[in-house]
Every structure is written in C-alpha cells, then in structure tokens.
C-alpha cells in the first residue's frame, strides 16, 4: 500500500525507491507497534519526511538535523500551549521513544 501511495512506478529496478520504501515502512510498522493513535502516526510518519527532507534537499549535517529534531519536539509535555510545539500530540514518553528510533 506504501508503494501505491508513495506513487513508486520503478520499485523493482530503482535502488532507491527501495531504499525509500524500507524507511517508511520501517518507521510506519515502529509507530503501529507503539500503538500510536491516527493522528500520532501522521505526525510521525510528517517527521520521519521532514528529517529526510532536510538530509536530502537541503544537506543537512546529522549534528543540524538533530537540532532540528530538536526544535520540532521542542515543548512536548508544556501545559502552556504558546511554548508547545507542532508535535504535542505526543506524551513525554512517546516523543522519548521517537528520538530514540530516530
């Protein structure tokens, strides 16, 4: 389903629509496995395109994707909503256990 929605037309001859499929697969199958909530999966199904995009496009290093992570899970577990980030769906356990995935 992953390959239909990512709109992969060569997966069987292009390393790297395999490759891309892997990740996202991988880190979809971790999210369900946490028993992520739907709109919880989006988010980190959001973040895991994020952190590529950044390596990919822009050519990030690790240490400033990291702190990009950083700033994105900046807040979690805030109670006052300005200081929270875009990611508060995620209780300080879950965004723990999504930067230690990550």
């Given at each position: ?5 990512l ?18 697969t991988?880190g ?12 919880q ?10 952190l ?47 930067i230690?995935?990550?």
């Amino acid at each position: 389903m992953l390959e239909v929605f990512l709109n992969f037309k060569q997966l069987k001859t292009s390393l790297k629509e395999a490759i891309l499929l892997d990740y996202y697969t991988a880190g979809f199958c971790w999210a369900k496995e946490m028993n992520f909530s739907l709109i919880q999966l989006s988010g980190f199904m959001d973040l895991l395109n994020f952190l590529l995009e950044n390596l990919s496009d822009k050519h990030m290093t690790l240490g400033d994707n990291l702190k990009e992570l950083g700033k994105a899970m900046a807040g979690i577990g805030e109670t006052d909503l300005e200081r929270s980030g875009d990611l508060n769906f995620f209780s300080i356990e879950q965004a723990k256990a999504v930067i230690d995935y990550l």
